[in-house]
């Protein structure tokens, strides 16, 4: 019974983890994403990370802007596939042993650039947020 009575709390806590997405796709300030758009705020590329969360994509123009980040970047090529669903309430997610962004739908451009990040910074930590940075600056002197 006590078992019992402790799992519910427990369960609670790991649900707790995941962090809820709002309608943009965007996580909610429940984890350390925000962090990251609070740093981009205060680089003065909100407009930019606002422009781009309401910018979807289709798959092909996922992997073209995808190929685009990482080039600048100076990464090897990824591959980018977009289903309909994602465990874990993400909205996208890089995996270093295979290069690959996994987003949901819809796919949106700001995600794409979080998960270019990826490929040279692990975490949210600063090493990421400047990276971030860099994508949002780049995406706006290339007007995309």
């Known amino acids: 019974m006590a078992a019992a009575m402790l799992a ?11 962090p809820e997405l709002s309608d943009s796709g965007l996580e909610l300030c429940g984890f350390d994403y925000c962090i990251v758009q609070q740093a981009v705020r205060e680089a003065g590329y909100d407009l930019t990370m606002a422009r781009l969360t309401n910018t979807i994509l289709d798959e092909e123009q996922a992997r073209s802007l995808a190929d685009e980040l990482v080039a600048h970047l100076g990464v090897g090529p990824v591959t980018v596939e977009v289903v309909d669903r994602i465990d874990r309430r993400i909205a996208g997610q890089y995996d270093p042993s295979s290069h ?5 739908r819809p796919a949106r451009a700001w995600i794409v650039v979080h998960e270019a990040a990826h490929t040279v910074a692990t975490g949210h930590g600063d090493d990421f947020q400047h990276i971030v940075i860099e994508l949002a600056e780049w995406m706006e002197s290339t007007g995309r």
């Open 8 to 18: 519910v709390p427990v369960w609670n806590v790991i649900d707790g983890l995941t």
């Open 100 to 104: 690959n962004i996994l987003l949901e």
